[in-house]
């Protein structure tokens, strides 16, 4: 692989795919990579036929950040890579960090959060896990691609404060695990494509960021092809014969220099010797152990949203289990397919459950496909003469390409929620979705619902298990749940056909709610569990002069083991620009044996306390008190403490 040896029109083609997933090869001279979807799972796809080979369905990336848990990223990340090495990819293309700011794009089942430090800080371990295997990883979609619609030609109109604080931070972090790649977004963002934005993917990615792998175009979102290679891109997949032309006739006329090509090539060879002289290929999981990950991950992203009456775990005489459950993940790049067949719910909760009557009836079925109801008389029947009726019901309209019109179920599944919780008051609801479902319908109607995402391929292992007790709840939501779509920062809007103001600013998620005390279905960081834990003891401890360290006891109060995740916010007592309520800074997810306390610990540093100044270009801490709050969901802080922080007076620039 040397460099000397390629003719331009070698040159020129390695800047440009092969085919929509391999890189070129120079005529023999480079070996070629693999690229390949997907985050919630090996989505390859045989480059002469196009068919998907069947790998194991990951929990969705939603779901996976609903776990809070750093080490089932880790594991996540691992088990997919172990597909790789398997099937030949090189590089895995995910994770994706981008902002979930309307619960209406349609892809917000591939992002981790409305909160960019729990988005960054998970993807981080995601990328860990996944490199951990010689196996390189494409951080995406950089960036401020916040929907679906109009993806490939809208701006995002951005104020520099948002960028810094809400659409950057993910990225930040998740490059602390040195990504092989990272690939841009379709969007423009302010006036210029992503493909083609110096001043992100050069002045802030390269310089500010230190990113130092190779820069993917997504698929066909360069605008123009000489433009984007010399502005930082350093592939455009996947192959277009119109993007060698127009490179080869900017090279004629002296637009792109030698040394843009020469510098897109080293990154290229770069990625290469990463990817092919890793002796960490190997492969650690068979096929089994990949589904046991992923019924691991499964279990503990199930958010119980609500348990009235304690009617879960279920320990009813006569339960009847039923609806539809199938869909375990959302589509587009991001879908994988498996060849493991479940069990339905209700064979799992019978067979868990031997002393209790469990049946199942069709009436209860309807599906994901409009205007399908099966017999919902002889449903109501069989709900009259039963104890419990537990109800899965799934979104039907969460895929890449579409942002979703509304945020509720198919009618006709709402209907036979309505319909069955008319004649038995015991009914608990399992939702199969990727992101928020508005449930004013039907919610107050219902004793439980069961938030379980979209899990995977061990969907209805996991929510049989946490149904019948086996495994006790601590997944949290990592997004808000709103009352109403017309509660959200953006609402229905979609804006101006050619651009989409950010006008909330950096007021996203639970940001938004809090500022402007909008009152929500379920806050953000919200899940039950079958057990109680109490907080005590908070002690900050200084380290530095902005570095803390945050303790915490957390006694599990009951009979069951179980796990809480403790999460730590941060809160600017007073300041002289608008800042949030309170943002997350940490959290941790703890196992507690039953009655056992454990201390928690967790650290802030100076980015804990900062916001971003677009007077100084940079962040910037101003004196004065910071509360310091721990607790088991945003709106349920349990503990909370003071500090002081007194930087040196130079470093300060108001009166107070
Ligand atoms: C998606 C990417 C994906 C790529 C390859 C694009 O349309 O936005 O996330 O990795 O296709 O399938």
Redesign the pocket.
């Known amino acids: 692989m040397d460099i000397k040896n390629l003719t331009i029109e070698e040159k020129l083609r390695l800047l440009i795919g092969f085919n929509r997933w391999q890189t070129n090869d120079a005529n023999g001279k480079v070996p070629s990579l693999f690229l390949s979807?997907?985050p919630n799972g090996l989505r390859m796809m045989n480059v002469d036929t196009g068919e998907t080979f069947k790998a194991t369905v990951m929990p969705n990336i939603s779901h996976l950040a609903n776990t809070w848990d750093e080490d089932l990223a880790f594991l996540d990340g691992e088990t997919i890579a172990n597909e790789c090495i398997e099937y030949g990819a090189d590089v895995l293309?995910a994770p994706?960090v981008n902002i979930k700011r309307t619960p209406l794009c349609g892809r917000n089942f591939e992002y981790f959060s409305e909160d960019p430090y729990l988005s960054g800080v998970m993807a981080k371990s995601y990328i860990d896990g996944v490199q951990s295997k010689g196996i390189g990883t494409s951080l995406?979609?950089f960036c401020a691609n916040n929907r679906e619609y109009d993806r490939r030609y809208v701006s995002s109109e951005v104020d520099e404060r948002t960028m810094r604080e809400i659409y950057l931070p993910a990225f930040e972090k998740a490059l602390e695990a040195k990504p092989w790649t990272v690939?841009n977004s379709y969007n423009q963002l302010n006036g210029v494509w992503l493909a083609e934005n110096k001043k992100l993917l050069k002045d802030v990615l390269r310089d500010e960021f230190g990113f130092d792998g190779l820069v993917v175009s997504?698929?066909s979102a360069s605008h123009s092809a000489w433009r984007s290679i010399k502005n930082g891109t350093d592939l455009l997949m996947p192959y277009r014969e119109k993007d060698y032309v127009e490179l080869k006739d900017a090279y004629d006329k002296g637009l792109l220099a030698d040394e843009d090509i020469e510098r897109a090539i080293n990154r290229l060879f770069e990625l290469i010797n990463r990817c092919k002289t890793s002796d960490k290929k190997v492969v650690s999981y068979t096929k089994e152990e990949r589904h046991n990950s992923a019924l691991k991950i499964a279990k503990e992203g199930i958010v119980l949203l609500k348990n009235e009456d304690n009617i879960l775990p279920l320990n009813a005489k006569n339960i009847l289990v039923g609806g539809y459950h199938d869909a375990i993940g959302g589509g587009g790049?991001a879908q994988a397919i498996t060849e493991y067949q479940s069990k339905s719910v209700y064979e799992l909760v019978a067979e868990k459950l031997p002393n209790s009557n469990v049946s199942t009836c069709n009436g209860l079925l309807a599906t994901r496909k409009l205007h399908e109801v099966y017999d919902l008389k002889d449903a109501v029947k069989q709900a009259v003469k039963n104890d419990v009726v537990v109800l899965s019901v799934s979104s039907y309209n969460e895929t890449?390409s579409l942002d979703r019109e509304n945020a509720y179920l198919m009618r006709e599944q709402e209907e036979t929620i309505l319909a069955v919780a008319k004649y038995n008051p015991n009914v608990v609801v399992v939702v199969n979705a990727g992101s928020y479902i508005d449930m004013s319908r039907w919610i107050d109607k219902v004793k439980a619902v069961v938030w379980a995402g979209f899990a995977g391929e061990a969907s209805k292992e996991a929510v049989a298990s946490v149904l019948t007790g086996e495994t006790c709840p601590s997944g949290k939501l990592t997004e808000t749940f709103p009352l109403a779509i017309e509660d959200t920062p953006t609402g229905y809007d979609i804006g101006d056909m050619f651009t989409n103001r950010y006008t909330e600013g950096i007021y996203v998620g639970y940001r938004w709610y809090e500022k402007y005390d909008i009152p929500v279905a379920f806050p953000f960081g919200h899940g039950l569990s079958y057990a109680n834990f109490e907080y005590s003891n908070l002690k900050i401890e200084k380290i530095g002069e902005t570095d803390y360290n945050v303790y915490v006891d957390v006694k599990n109060l009951s009979n069951i083991d179980a796990k809480e995740v403790v999460e730590l916010y941060v809160k600017d007592v007073f300041s002289s620009v608008s800042r949030p309520e309170k943002e997350l800074k940490g959290f941790k997810k703890v196992s507690l044996k039953a009655g056992e306390t454990k201390t928690v610990k967790m650290s802030l540093n100076y980015r804990s306390f900062a916001f971003y100044s677009t007077m100084l270009d940079k962040w910037h801490i101003e004196n004065g008190e910071f509360e310091i709050l721990v607790g088991a969901s945003s709106q349920d802080i349990r503990v909370k403490g003071v500090i002081d922080i007194e930087l040196d007076e130079k470093e300060q620039y108001t009166l107070w």
Do not use: Q, R, T
């Open positions: 979807d997907g293309l994706g995406k979609h690939m997504d698929w790049s890449e």
